[in-house]
């Protein structure tokens, strides 16, 4: 099983311009998110979708947008990228939120590593 | 506030020891707790979970501990393999939706 694929695996960006992180999981999960991870941060949590249709903001937004595009992918956005947004960025999923009723850990993808210049 | 902190920022095991892993959380009202493992260029990979409605649960070479009362929260690794180094996260939930993590404890095996 693939999990969690995000694309690109690597990306450098000139302040000011944007792009799309993409994100696809085939586990049939119903929750997904995106991390950044930042050295000595640990992992911050920036959007989440509770489930297909719904986004919201997680401690980290600014600067991002997000669209869950179906029920397998969910995208982060950078519409003008700035140098505090280099870092790595993971997206996750899981069968339902954390704190649900079941164990639901989160599974991960390899990540992008983005620079902003 | 809410934070979930590891003792040791490193740890240096040699081969065929054990491992313990400790993790101090500050939220008393956390309820389900996740130990993670990330190699180098890697995502975290996920390696046990815990609920608060329990005080022990064992995987494969693994062992988690909860400690509620002074809130700490530990992995055990047995038998600690080259394959094992990595940086360990522990996470705990803090509400419904978010997973706070800690710094990380890099954990080197000695030949």
């Known amino acids: 099983n693939a999990g969690v694929t995000q694309t690109p695996k690597f990306q450098v960006l000139k302040t000011g311009q944007s792009m799309t992180l993409q994100c696809a999981q085939d586990?049939?999960?119903?929750?997904m998110y995106w991390y950044r991870q930042d050295p000595g941060m640990g992992l911050r949590l920036i959007y989440y979708?509770?489930?297909?249709?719904?986004?919201d903001k997680g401690e980290v937004p600014n600067g991002y947008n997000v669209s869950r595009l179906n029920k397998r992918e969910f995208s982060l956005r950078l519409e003008s990228a700035a140098p505090s947004q280099t870092s790595v960025y993971f997206c996750?999923?899981?069968?339902?939120?954390?704190?649900?009723?079941?164990?639901?850990?989160?599974?991960f993808g390899n990540g992008t590593r983005l620079t902003v210049t | 506030g809410e934070s979930v902190g590891l003792h040791l920022p490193t740890l240096s095991v040699q081969e065929g020891d054990n491992s313990i892993i400790n993790c101090a959380y500050s939220?008393?009202?956390?309820?389900?707790f996740i130990w993670y493992k990330q190699e180098s260029g890697k995502g975290p990979q996920f390696i046990i979970d815990?609920?608060?409605?329990?005080d022990k649960r064992q995987g494969q070479r693994v062992t988690v501990l909860l400690n509620k009362t002074v809130k700490h929260l530990s992995l055990q690794i047995a038998a600690t393999q080259p394959g094992d180094s990595a940086v360990y996260f522990c996470?705990?939930?803090?509400?419904?939706?978010?997973?706070?993590f800690g710094a990380g404890t890099t954990v080197t095996v000695r030949a």
């Open positions: 996750a999923s899981s069968e339902a939120l954390p704190a649900s009723s079941y164990n639901s850990p989160l599974h």
């Open positions: 586990m049939n999960h119903n929750s």
């Open positions: 979708s509770a489930s297909e249709g719904t986004t």
């Open positions: 939220n008393s009202a956390s309820d389900y």
């Open positions: 815990i609920r608060s409605n329990m």
């Open positions: 996470a705990e939930t803090t509400n419904d939706y978010k997973l706070s």
